[in-house]
């Protein structure tokens, strides 16, 4: 269940960034969300590049890197099998 039902994506979810995210996200990836925050600020807004009242996901990729990304880059991934 969605910790914060306003939010499209929920913590541990699977999903894929968008191939129109900009290249240094690593579009086409497929990752793990680990957190998230709403942007509720002028000075968080410019932090992750978002806008006022987005959400903005801390996103783990294989290997363990992680990065915030906004929420506009990301959609559900769907596995088939």
């Not at 541990?12 to 957190?35: N, Q, W, Y």
């Not at 992750?48 to 880059?73: A, C, H, K």
Request: include cysteine.
């Amino acid at each position: 269940m969605n910790q914060y039902p306003e939010n499209k994506f929920d913590w541990g979810e699977t999903v894929r960034i968008k191939s129109s995210a900009p290249f240094h996200f690593r579009p086409g990836e497929i990752v793990s969300v680990c957190g998230m925050t709403k942007t509720d600020s002028k000075v968080l807004a410019d932090k992750y590049n978002s806008y006022i009242g987005e959400w903005v996901y801390t996103i783990e990729y294989l290997g363990g890197v992680d990065t915030e990304i906004p929420e506009r880059y990301l959609e559900k991934c769907q596995f088939y099998g």
